[in-house]
Structure formats: C-alpha cells, structure tokens
C-alpha cells in the first residue's frame, strides 16, 4: 500500500512564477491538508480540503490556492511567487471520516526554491 | 488549541532510554497530546498520543501528568534511527474537516553511538 506521494520532489521557480504541486493521498484517505516548512522551523497549516472544498485555511494569502479531485488527490497552486515561499511543502492525508483514527499520515514533501 | 513548551535540543546516548518534556499548562479537558516526528528530509511522522492515561505503543511510551500540564515522550532504548526533530502538539480531536496540526519549534534530539 503507497503512502502518501507527492509531486515533484524539488522544483525551482523564479519570482512572479506561478507553481502547481501535487498529493495523492494514502488509500482509503479523503481528507487532504497542505503544509508550509521553512527552513529550520516547524510546518505551518496552509489549508485543508474534503470533498473537494476548502474546509479550513490558515493564516496564508489568496496566491495560494487548491483543488481537490474526485479520486481526493489535490494540488498546491501558489502565484506570483516571492523569495519567501521558498520551504518544504508538505501534504498530509487522514482516514475517512467517521474513522475515530485521528493520525495524519505524511508525504515525502516537494521542496520548492524561488530565485 | 494550547501552546506547548519544548527544550529545543536534546542529546542521547545510543541505547539509552531518551526522555523528551513537553509543557502544556493552558491545555483544556478535551484536549489530547499528540506526538510526531520528523528526520532529515522526511515528512512528519506520528508516534503516540493520549488524553490522560499514560499509552504505549511499539514505538514509544507517553507519560502525562495528573494535573495535565505537562508529558513526557519517552523512546525506551534510542537508536541512531530516532535522531530526528520532536513535536509535541495539543489539540481537541475533531472530524477530519478540522484536525489541522499546529507544530511549534519542536526539540531535536541527537542520538549518539
């Protein structure tokens, strides 16, 4: 059984660029939550999606954006890139709900720099 | 969801049993301490966690306080392979659509042979 994978593993980007990323969750996983790690810090809750919606954002501006697909894998669009969101984006996935199993289960993270 | 308090380095001794503190003192009564780990270059990992009883599990024992203030992680006998940054994380449990992690700076402990 795969676990969470995650696309591409490195990228760069120049600033003013726009960047997609990609998650496909752990089988049997519908809830999909993005992460922002910049270097040396802990990672930083970005946004959540079930069902297809945007169920819980955090403290990140409207250049970044999401999707979720009816097979519950999801993408990361962030545009107009800065220096800044230069980290490791991480997606994480969490089993169906109603499962009282309340780990989140990790990707290998895409580390994305922006020159 | 309460802040958590962790000493930002640790180091252990390779087979030695590697005890990591957290402090929550503002945590609330439906909150759970929540444990998870990151090496080099991987994701967050997650290890253990617990309302009030002290658990185990094949990778580590959590021990918290009875006043809830506080926890401890415990690896019974540290290998090289733990040397990774440790998250200690309180939070209420919910329903998917809201079970966001908030991590703080984490304590990163270095296991040496």
């Known amino acids: 059984d795969a676990g969470v994978t995650q696309s591409p593993t490195h990228l760069i980007k120049t600033r003013g660029q726009q960047v997609t990323l990609r998650c496909s969750p752990k089988?049997?996983?519908?809830?999909v939550s993005w992460y922002q790690q910049a270097l040396g810090q802990g990672p930083q809750f970005i946004f959540q999606?079930?069902?297809?919606?945007?169920?819980q954002r955090g403290n990140f501006p409207d250049r970044f954006s999401g999707h979720q697909f009816p097979n519950y894998s999801s993408e990361l669009n962030v545009n107009a890139l800065l220096l800044g969101d230069s980290a490791l984006y991480l997606c994480?996935?969490?089993?169906?709900?109603?499962?009282?199993?309340?780990?989140?289960?990790f990707g290998p993270g895409t580390r994305l720099t922006v020159l | 969801d309460a802040k958590t308090t962790q000493p930002p380095s640790m180091d252990c001794a390779e087979g030695r049993a590697a005890n990591l503190p957290c402090n929550h003192s503002t945590i609330s009564g439906n909150e759970y301490v929540y444990w998870y780990r990151q090496i080099h270059s991987q994701g967050p990992q997650y290890i253990i966690h617990?309302?009030?009883n002290n658990e185990t599990n094949e990778m580590a024992s959590l021990i918290i306080t009875e006043d809830r203030k506080s926890s401890t992680l415990i690896l019974p006998h540290a290998t090289l392979r733990d040397t990774a940054v440790y998250y200690c994380i309180v939070r209420v449990n919910r329903n998917n659509a809201g079970n966001m992690l908030t991590f703080g700076g984490g304590t990163r402990l270095m296991v040496k042979p």
């Open positions: 617990g309302l009030k």
């Open positions: 999606y079930y069902e297809e919606e945007e169920r």
């Open positions: 089988s049997g996983h519908d809830t």
């Open positions: 994480a996935s969490t089993p169906r709900l109603g499962t009282s199993y309340n780990e989140q289960f």
